[in-house]
């Protein structure tokens, strides 16, 4: 992930990804993201992560590396944290996956524009665009029905979705 800073607003904006090992400086690439400041509920500092062009669906918008945290030390010390917002449950491996970079800013919404895999292997969560999603538009993604705060989107499902889908929202730990 390449990272620059436009100097005339301060916005930290990231490099589209490139998964096929080419450098970066083979090519002229505009950044496609961008993090900014928001507030959605009474959190000190809301970040949130926003396009910065028209992204088709389907786009790898993002691929975030993790951490893995062993289930009894997730219980004993991660779950009674901060971080326990920033986990995504493992099924094959048990415990839980830290979620670093964009990943773990990206905001909930009901419905979401972002959809994920996670690589329990690789310890990697691959964000797509789930639906175009223009210029100026939040990235979101689905934390689930069980939210610790009042959902600014609107209206919760009834349940998460079953956990045995491939569409991985229901294992976002909350």
Same mark, same amino acid.
């Given at each position: 992930? +390449?990272?620059? #800073?436009? +100097?005339?607003? =301060?916005? /930290?904006?990231? /490099?589209?990804?490139?998964?096929?090992?080419?450098?970066?400086?083979?090519? $002229?690439?505009?950044? +496609?993201?961008?993090?900014?400041?928001?507030?959605?509920?009474?959190e000190e500092v809301g970040r949130g992560v926003f396009a910065l062009k028209r992204l088709a669906k389907s786009t790898l918008v993002e691929?975030?590396? &993790?951490?893995?945290?062993?289930?009894?030390?997730?219980?004993?010390?991660?779950?009674? #944290?901060?971080?326990?917002?920033?986990?995504?449950?493992?099924?094959? !491996? =048990?415990?839980?996956?830290? &979620? /670093? =970079?964009?990943?773990?800013? @990206?905001?909930?919404?009901?419905?979401?524009?972002?959809?994920? !895999?996670?690589?329990?292997?690789?310890?990697?969560?691959?964000?797509?665009?789930?639906? #175009?999603? $223009?210029? =100026? $538009?939040?990235?979101?993604?689905?934390?689930?029905?069980?939210?610790? @705060?009042?959902?600014?989107?609107?209206?919760?499902?009834?349940? +998460?979705?079953?956990?045995? $889908?491939?569409?991985?929202?229901?294992k976002l730990m909350l």
């Amino acid at each position: 992930m +390449s990272v620059t #800073t436009d +100097s005339s607003d =301060g916005v /930290l904006r990231v /490099l589209p990804v490139r998964l096929d090992g080419q450098d970066a400086a083979d090519e $002229e690439r505009e950044p +496609s993201v961008s993090v900014r400041d928001v507030q959605y509920t009474d959190e000190e500092v809301g970040r949130g992560v926003f396009a910065l062009k028209r992204l088709a669906k389907s786009t790898l918008v993002e691929v975030a590396h &993790c951490i893995w945290v062993p289930k009894a030390e997730y219980e004993d010390k991660v779950s009674k #944290t901060v971080f326990e917002h920033y986990v995504f449950n493992c099924k094959k !491996r =048990g415990g839980a996956m830290l &979620c /670093l =970079g964009l990943g773990s800013l @990206f905001n909930h919404s009901d419905p979401p524009n972002l959809d994920y !895999r996670i690589d329990e292997d690789k310890l990697l969560i691959r964000f797509y665009a789930s639906r #175009t999603i $223009e210029a =100026g $538009e939040e990235l979101t993604i689905f934390y689930g029905a069980n939210l610790w @705060f009042e959902d600014p989107s609107g209206p919760r499902r009834p349940e +998460s979705p079953p956990e045995d $889908e491939d569409n991985v929202f229901s294992k976002l730990m909350l």
